[in-house]
């Protein structure tokens, strides 16, 4: 996706797209930055205007920081308790009941196993920046999980394919 157009890619429209393509009701679902992951159209662009606004305030902070020296509009809204409890159960009954770990994740060579088992044991304490890290590595999970797929570890595979090569 990142190597077509960037006239296709603006406001995550080729994402938007083939998300409604594979499955709409994933799609009408409100995404992290605001509005649904559906393209934009005249019966639901007011699902959009949270992702706006927040385009709108970042806009506003980033100018401000340049002309002021501090953001214009400081923080976004308070952590909500009830998604960090959210994310724990979730992280807690991952794998078929089992909390989910280095060990039993199928992207576990991206990542340090120490640091990837304190993330997922601190998913219910997660700050805003642990839980959009948190978010990414439970996206990524869930896609090799749902195409039934796995990442191999580099220096496995690079020895596998060097065995293989005839030369």
Do not use: C, W
């Amino acid at each position: 996706a990142f190597s077509t157009s960037h006239r296709h890619r603006s406001s995550h429209r080729l994402m938007r797209h083939m998300i409604q393509s594979l499955d709409p009701r994933i799609a009408a679902v409100a995404t992290e930055a605001g509005g649904p992951a559906t393209p934009i159209g005249i019966r639901n662009s007011h699902r959009f205007v949270p992702y706006y606004a927040t385009l709108g305030r970042r806009a506003v902070n980033k100018l401000s920081q340049r002309a002021l020296a501090r953001p214009l509009l400081p923080a976004r809204r308070p952590a909500n308790p009830a998604r960090a409890l959210g994310r724990a159960a979730f992280v807690s009954s991952f794998d078929g009941g089992r909390p989910l770990r280095h060990a039993s994740m199928r992207s576990a060579p991206l990542f340090e196993r120490a640091a990837i088992d304190a993330l997922l044991a601190r998913a219910g304490a997660a700050s805003d920046s642990d839980a959009a890290l948190l978010g990414r590595v439970l996206t990524l999970e869930l896609s090799l999980r749902a195409t039934d797929s796995a990442i191999e570890d580099s220096a496995r595979g690079f020895a596998r394919d060097q065995a293989a090569s005839p030369v």
